[in-house]
């Protein structure tokens, strides 16, 4: 059986739209039913039609409206938000008020402030959401977060996601993409640390299981530019851990170059997003290791080898990567209990201390790049 | 508008059929609407609810006549054969004689003969049929095909696909795919050099644009196996090229190490497989060039740009390459026409050559390690 | 003919003395005559005969005494310091009072004070100093900077230097090595800032060919430790770059791992110390090209050419970088004129920003992490 | 105390001899005294006057006639042969004859025949000779022996060797290294197959610690060439492992691209001379390891840390690979007794083994690429 989901955004010319229908497909259990998918109702209905979904509506709180009234048995169950920013709390908010629960892009809202609303909203209707935090879906990022759980104090997480698509000043004329990224309207008041930024965060968080407390951010743009577009941070964690953030989307030559190392007591470890399939595990001592991806990898742990598809040597990527968010939070919605262990998603918690991130580097950064607790915001 | 198609094996205990499945769920024109999982009916049927198939058949005999029997506008239109490889012709056969077109797992069939039959009856028929030789469905395959085309004469290729999960006498036992892989009666005649040395065959023919003339092969298998596990060979190729291909299944560390270079005139070239996204182009008296995929990677081929589903740095994989052969095949069944240049698939003189490849290895082998040329088969 | 040269330290136990004796050798115009290898006369004398040197002292005062006294035609030409830190003052400047000039270990002292000292005695004898910043004698690091260059503005650097053979509480005892280096009295106030942290530094300098104006830095180290073992810095370079550096020995499974990115306007190239024979260069919507160190590469400069000893593919390491340092320092000796363009060789300016790189980092780390300014030192 | 030799060749315009007497610097117990530079007497003398050679000769009679009558405290102790192979066995043969040992450039002469007469003058005269097949002296390949020593059966040996630097017709005009190596009276039968086919076919024997039985090659040339400049060939060894071997010096885009892939019954590993400080080993169902060099590697054989001059992480190269053999070599000269285990150079039997190899291959090639027995040459 799969779940029933209707799409909000995603329509003609977007991106991430058609990267979340993908992975829903990959994942197997969801079946997308109804969309509302875009602000103007003309791109909306013809995106339904290029999409081929039935229940095409003109705007996403008429979807809610009229799914809402349809037969428990055929009406959607759960709401995939992939909008600019700005349009993330108010559809999370309404959609969980109309009884269905959320999956949505990140960073989950356009402010601290929003994103909170959204984590009360879940509460006090019990509905559940989800946060697209793409790269913990990777096989082999479970697989160092568990290595890292036994191997003693973290002492240094190093941390950088650097692209390039905004490297030139004119990049933002005539490119939707980087239209609403760039806009505090739209986007909040984060640029490349909201767009990309959170995410470097989020793997910090995710793989050493501790929470950044403070960090000392300094941001900058291209001339011309509202919303940074590069940041460095020196970051402290809970624990004692020192840490370093870079985020770019000016650097030139880089395309989605995430790379995190993380140094604990017993050994340090290195990731690469652009070559997911092998984590690189150093000793002191002994060999380096490479830890390889594959379904049938008898070291890798057996949750972990569960979510993949192909055996070793049978590269997965990205989308299947965000298809294993998707089928775990499709698996929780459907049986309606969670696994055991961590969910294999971003929670609001999660999705909150980005928000923090965001907030405190624009802080840090406007007065200098001094020390800010983010406990205190 | 989805191509309807009915799938033949890929029941419980199955591996590649899932891969066919989800292929076909990224690529997004096809809709899996029937299928007999497997020869013995009661797996069928388990299968078939487990997949979620609601028209699922006993036997493939039995599909092929009642969908046949289905109104035009209901019935399936392709058929999707992923049995041991035994099976391949009969059921093709009995498909495009039923009016189906076929989209078939490699190796096309289990001899030189039977892949002959099947060639011939889609001519009877005027049916189409691919072979998902999965490895050409990779866009830096693809792009280096065309590198190749503008570079002079091709000089030299090597390719090796090694593997280790036969490396131990004991693989043999409880393991389904094991099984029929190394059983004459299902596989046919050739062992690594069916399963994977045809892959490897097949690579070198589609980068080169050349077809291999004649072959020097030496294979060999543990104790007590019939089938080849190991082979080693000489390749001449159409235009002089000089070629050496292994393929092994016993070689200890291994996953699934597909790599390939290509030396022509003016360049080489050296593409792996479990690092798909990088093709690593040298050139006299230059740096070296690493040309990655990604749908905005501006230096790529406009069609080749065309079937990645992500921008750079935005790893994709095993399941996309394969779900391009499925996209492609799909829409020229879809819109009736071919796309312009080679097809995004494997066809029946491609199928015949590795067919041609694998009688040729086993003869060459046989008699000492002679050379034997293809043209005579 | 060569420049005989005395070495000062170098002896039984030591490590970095063998290393410039090797050098030395390799570089091919320098001649090891005469050297007082250990502040124990007995272990002096034995290193002497050990390393094959007649002319052996007891001390270095008696080096410098007595080669002063022998005839211009034999005595010693230069004198090359390779003891602990704290000695590199009273050496450099007794040595270049004696007439000698001077090739000095990095850092060039154990604080800023003698680093000015050394200077000062440069200036007023008129004698030549060279510090062994052994990692900007790679060939790929002078082509690095050649390209940055003319690259535009500089807009991102990140280096790290980590290591872990201090990485256990254990490490300190009975290891030489670490003794002195962890000793303020013998190292001066900088622990890994000061032993790996310059290095990266002034690699910094060198490529971007910008002076560090201002850093922010946060110190650590293992329980029990007086200096520091792992430091991070936010940089701020002249003409608005900003930077990212990390040094650290107890960084578990690293070596000897220096890498730097630099990011200009017209694009970003990487380097790995343990890999040093690629650099790796990144431009916007082109393939990224590996650049490959070797005498015969065309494309890379005609200096940099120059310096290499084998052909492309004939991998050359840390001994031939070093060398490249005595080469060039040794061929201005010889021929009493310097290179056109940079010397081959740190500078005393070069050596005196990198103590002040150490000595900011303990200031900024000490008030919490703050900005110091480099020039108000 | 440093064993005292002569130099036959090497001088204006040559490569190796460079390499050879930098090599023997880096190893520290050789002096270069005396040598004969060049075939051209003024070559000669004005290579001995560049060089820093006070006892430059004219020719390698005259070096071998006046030293031998030298007091034996001043007279060299060996000679170092880095001529065309042509002139390896006349000067080997004197210089054993005159009372000296030997240590000879690859291939050791220009057919097997004169090989054969080296042997017998060794055997004749009782004078050691060691060939400096350059890679078994890098640490990482004495470990792959190492560890393939205590890992079963070898199953499949796969190496390479390919190179570009006469990929285009033109590349013979004017270069005095292509001319010598491409004429066959100067080289012998083998071009690419003798000048680097017997560094492949040398370092699969010395990991695996076994003899090639046959060959079944195929070479090739571009137009206009007398020796072969491309090959291909099977290999069956001793104990039953398969092989393939490829050398080229066509093949454009490669430098000098030597790898190596040994797989036996209990791991597989790979080792590629472009990144010589990392060996890459696979094990079933385990995380691949990378083996780094380095002198303080626990995990490395106690005698191939001995070999190393600097700690993990700083690299060594082909030079250092190079001193190697020198030391080892002039050790067991300096000491008169040999090392425990395998010697650290290649010698006689091995070097005959190589010059088997050429003419195999010729032999194999000539008649169609058949199957040659080599114990029958």
């Known amino acids: 059986m799969k779940l029933r989901y209707g799409m909000v955004g995603g329509g003609e010319g977007a991106f991430i739209g058609a990267v979340h229908r993908t992975a829903a497909a990959i994942a197997g259990n969801w079946e997308l039913t109804a969309g509302a998918f875009s602000a103007s109702p003309d791109k909306a209905r013809r995106s339904a039609a290029a999409i081929g979904v039935a229940r095409g509506y003109d705007s996403w709180e008429e979807m809610l409206a009229r799914e809402a009234a349809l037969p428990a048995d055929t009406r959607i169950q759960a709401v995939a938000i992939v909008t600019p920013n700005f349009l993330h709390a108010p559809v999370a908010i309404a959609a969980m008020e109309a009884g269905f629960d959320v999956i949505c892009d990140k960073p989950v809202a356009e402010s601290?402030?929003?994103?909170?609303?959204?984590?009360?909203?879940?509460?006090?209707?019990?509905?559940?959401?989800a946060i697209t935090h793409t790269y913990t879906g990777y096989p082999l990022v479970k697989q160092a977060r568990d290595l890292v759980a036994g191997a003693g104090a973290v002492r240094r997480v190093m941390v950088k996601y650097t692209q390039d698509w905004l490297s030139r000043a004119a990049d933002l004329e005539g490119n939707k993409q980087a239209a609403w990224r760039t806009d505090p309207k739209r986007s909040g008041e984060g640029g490349a640390t909201g767009d990309i930024g959170t995410h470097a965060f989020n793997l910090v968080e995710f793989i050493t299981g501790r929470r950044v407390k403070s960090l000392c951010a300094e941001l900058g743009a291209l001339p011309g530019r509202t919303l940074d577009d590069d940041a460095s941070a020196l970051l402290r964690l809970e624990g004692g851990a020192k840490g370093m953030l870079a985020c770019s989307q000016v650097c030139v030559g880089d395309a989605n170059d995430l790379q995190i190392s993380v140094y604990c007591d017993e050994l340090g470890l290195h990731?690469?997003?652009?070559?997911?399939n092998t984590l690189r595990v150093g000793r002191r001592d002994r060999p380096e290791e490479l830890w390889h991806a594959g379904s049938n990898r008898a070291y890798l742990a057996a949750d972990i080898r569960a979510i993949q598809r192909t055996p070793g040597g049978h590269p997965e990527g990205y989308l299947e990567a965000f298809a294993n968010?998707?089928?775990?939070?499709?698996?929780?919605?459907?049986?309606?209990?969670?696994?055991?262990?961590?969910?294999?998603?971003?929670?609001?918690?999660?999705?909150?201390?980005?928000?923090?991130?965001?907030?405190?580097?624009?802080?840090?950064?406007?007065a200098g790049a001094v020390w800010v607790d983010l406990d205190t915001l």
């Open 112 to 129: 601290l402030e929003a994103a909170r609303a959204i984590a009360d909203a879940a509460r006090r209707t019990g509905r559940r959401i």
């Open 271 to 276: 990731w690469r997003q652009e070559q997911p």
């Open 325 to 366: 968010i998707y089928q775990a939070f499709g698996a929780e919605l459907l049986t309606g209990k969670a696994a055991d262990g961590a969910p294999g998603y971003a929670t609001m918690d999660d999705a909150i201390a980005c928000m923090k991130f965001i907030h405190a580097a624009k802080q840090s950064s406007d």
